[in-house]
Nanobody
């Protein structure tokens, strides 16, 4: 029911910034928790950042805390990931995900908990 499309990836140098977007269609963000994940070649898809459905609570994995910021524009049904001070180890395909939930305070951190996924956008950080 929910379609997610990521954009904003690209090739940047270490220390640069990127802002990823995830456009949602089909339903509003109401009753949906959202998250960002990334997957490097040969590795599992890993949680990066999440935001609750209604309360605005956020949670970040330790490796990006202080550098990345997750946010949403509910009026435009768009999720953002602001990435600052990028490092080569941030290189990966980045995916947004949505989970239907009535727990408006909750943030979800595992792939199995999410219902919908985007196609991903590639971020490559050179040294």
């Amino acid at each position: 029911q929910v379609q997610l499309v990521e954009s904003g990836g690209g090739l940047v140098q270490a220390g640069d910034s990127l802002r990823l977007s995830c456009a949602a269609s089909g339903r509003t963000f109401s009753n949906y928790a959202m998250g960002w994940f990334r997957q490097a070649p040969g590795k599992e898809r890993q949680f990066i950042a999440g935001i609750s459905g209604g309360a605005g609570n956020t949670y970040y994995t330790a490796s990006v805390k202080g550098r990345f910021t997750i946010s949403g524009d509910n009026a435009r049904n768009t999720l953002f990931l602001q990435m600052n001070s990028l490092k080569p180890e941030d290189t990966a395909a980045y995916y947004c995900a949505a989970k239907f939930t009535r727990a408006t305070w909750a943030v979800f951190t595992t792939t199995r908990e999410y219902d919908y996924w985007g196609q991903g956008t590639q971020v490559t950080v050179s040294s």
